[in-house]
């Protein structure tokens, strides 16, 4: 019983410490630091692509990836052209008996 | 100057507004962070985070809500960013919440050494005990309690800044409250002095 209430005013005592803290000043030279903090990044910033903003980078990006749909769908769209009309030659052929069945290197 | 003629030159990147903004409220940005992190050098560290963050979110501010408010929203989510990241590190931690389990009042498992400047030299002990024992509460309670009871800030300064109604935030402190008297009774089971 005794112990149940010693542990009970510990952590009255331990909570009540919370309402002990004393206010801490900001250190001395803080505004100075962030200030100096912030000029390190602005002069950062003012890099060699500056220029080079994001929506600049986004259009970029856009234009690099439409040229190459681009050609993959040009490389496609031929391909598929090429195999067509070799086919149609093949059959142009065979039908006129222009095409030689012989593999012989006399003919 | 009002607040909207203060937020116009703060965007415009006017140095001397900064400045003010900084004169204003470095000493509230850095009890704050003192409150949730009782280190001097890394509360400090903190502190003129938020303020880089402020200046290089200020443009993202649409002036819905007080700036204070605003900055004390930034400078809660720097402090827990700090304490989640330097947690994550003690593995112990890391196992006892993936296992479920109730996390201890470790003095080992801390995230930071404390040192408060403003602890009075016989409560050193028992500042650290309950230090440690607000870090192991559930964020949100950890987040009311700190603004609450360490940072001192009012019910209606905490509704504002956590977005959470009156009688959540009351809710929470009372839950939060409860759940570190246990913590400390088992401690102090366990830990005779």
């Known amino acids: 019983m005794k112990n149940k209430e010693y542990i009970n005013q510990q952590v009255d005592d331990t909570l009540g410490v919370l309402n002990t803290i004393e206010k801490v000043d900001v250190p001395p030279f803080f505004r100075h630091k962030v200030l100096q903090k912030l000029k390190a990044e602005r002069e950062v910033k003012q890099s060699v692509f500056n220029w080079f903003t994001p929506q600049l980078q986004y259009a970029t ?20 052209k090429t195999g067509t009309t070799s086919s149609g030659i093949e059959l142009f052929a065979q039908e006129y008996s222009l095409q030689s069945e012989s593999n012989s290197i006399l003919n | 100057m009002n607040q909207k003629d203060f937020l116009e030159k703060l965007k415009s990147g006017d140095e001397s507004t900064f400045a003010q903004l900084l004169n204003e409220f470095e000493q509230k940005v850095f009890a704050t962070c003192i409150s949730f992190v009782p280190n001097k050098e890394d509360a400090e560290d903190i502190a003129q985070e938020v303020f880089l963050e402020v200046f290089r979110s200020v443009n993202k501010f649409k002036g819905d809500s007080k700036l204070s408010t605003w900055i004390y929203k930034i400078t809660t989510n720097k402090c827990l960013e700090f ?24 003095k080992t498992s801390y995230f930071t050494e404390v040192n408060h400047p403003g602890v009075l030299l016989e409560n050193k002990e028992k500042s650290a005990i309950i230090f440690k024992a607000i870090n192991t509460l559930p964020e949100n309670q950890k987040v009311i309690f700190t603004l609450a009871k360490v940072d001192g800030k009012s019910y209606q300064e905490i509704v504002e800044i956590t977005g959470k109604s009156l009688s959540s935030v009351e809710s929470i402190l009372f839950r939060a409250k409860k759940q570190l008297q246990q913590k400390l009774k088992a401690f102090y089971k366990a830990n005779p002095s």
């Open chain 2, 83 to 106: 304490i989640r990241k330097k947690n994550s590190k003690k593995r112990f931690v890391f196992m006892q919440r993936i296992l479920g389990n109730e996390i201890p009042v470790d």
């Open chain 1, 61 to 80: 990006l856009c234009v690099v990836l439409l040229l190459n749909f681009g050609t993959i769908f040009y490389a496609f769209n031929t391909s598929q």
